[in-house]
């Protein structure tokens, strides 16, 4: 039994299952279609970008608020620099500023011994400030040729019905799950936010762990921001605004204790489509979108009540 409650991501699990359930039962025509589920894993693929880097922040025991604002500014720079850089020149020097943007706070963090919280927050606001600057609250859009450049197709274009952000997602959440669970550097990520101490007293350089999965964490949402624009390629002020708050609550949803240590990057994709599929299906429903905060956040204080209750159980402090 307890075998079975080791998976971190359990409580997803569970959620899903109910969830499906419960939309089967209550709108099985308009749920089931081909439609809403393209929708639901388009918009899923998406925010588990940025759920899978906070679930690897909040991992360490930090968190980071500023991920909407990176993955709005990223896309922001890649838009706005084609026409001088070309596709492939404004997709490195996006990725370069999602970069830059964690590395700053990682910074700011570990070496400035502030809370990530309210370094974060400044994050969010100082990137959502550079987006208003930076397009002038104008649309941007791109040009015809770089809509059809082979580069933009592989990241925004879709293969077999299937959207490329699905494939993309595949990949790069593989990859994180065997570098969390397979190498040094996962060991020591998971040994950061377990034990600050212990790990350092056992050579674990933790201000190195925690920049780099600062770092990550950008990279990730700046990814999300590259992939959502080479699909609908037209920029707005508003690009990712709120994306941080359902980042983290899919993140906690998939498993993620806020004391660090425990996680899984499947629990942050479930946890994505816990709240893309909330949020859809109560629109389909004609609900008030009020209600879909309501909802989001009930299942979040669910969803932290059940992972503590379940690491007590297993013998983890919280």
């Known amino acids: 039994m307890k075998h079975l409650l080791r998976n971190q991501g359990l409580g997803a699990i569970v959620g899903v299952v109910v969830m499906f359930a419960v939309f089967t039962g209550i709108d099985f025509s308009g749920w089931w279609t081909v439609q809403t589920v393209s929708n639901v894993t388009q918009f899923t693929a998406i925010l588990a970008f940025v759920a899978m ?4 922040i909040i991992i360490t025991r930090e968190i980071d608020l500023s ?7 990223t896309g922001v720079a890649f838009i706005t620099m084609e026409p001088a850089l070309g596709v492939p020149g404004s997709l490195v020097l996006a990725l370069v500023i999602a970069a830059a943007a964690g590395l700053v706070q990682g910074i700011a963090v570990v070496k400035g011994q502030l809370p990530s919280m309210i370094v974060t927050l400044g994050g969010l606001f100082t990137a959502r400030g550079i987006i208003y600057v930076w397009t002038g609250g104008s649309v941007h859009n791109f040009s015809p040729d770089a809509r059809s450049h082979p580069l933009t197709l592989l990241l ?10 699905i494939y993309w997602l595949i990949l790069v959440a593989a990859v994180l799950a065997l570098v969390l669970w397979l190498t040094p550097f996962g060991n020591r990520l998971l040994a950061t936010g377990g034990s600050r101490e212990s790990a350092e007293s056992r050579g674990v350089q933790t201000d190195r762990i925690k920049i780099a999965t600062f770092i990550l964490c950008s990279l990730l949402a700046g990814f999300a921001g590259i992939l959502t624009l080479c699909n609908q390629p037209q920029t707005h002020v508003t690009l990712g605004e709120n994306m941080e708050l359902e980042a983290i609550a899919a993140a906690v949803i998939g498993g993620c204790l806020l004391t660090g240590g425990r996680g899984s990057i499947l ?3 479930l946890g994505a489509l816990i709240v893309v599929s909330l949020r859809y299906e109560l629109i389909a429903l004609g609900a008030p979108s009020s209600w879909y905060i309501t909802f989001v956040g009930a299942v979040l204080i669910i969803a932290i009540i059940f992972n503590q209750k379940l690491a007590r159980f ?3 402090s919280v």
């Open 267 to 269: 629990g942050a994709i």
């Open 53 to 56: 880097g906070q679930a690897l």
């Open 314 to 316: 297993l013998g983890h």
């Open 67 to 73: 991920v909407g604002s990176v993955y709005g500014l």
């Open 156 to 165: 925004g274009g879709s293969l077999f019905g299937v959207e490329a952000a």
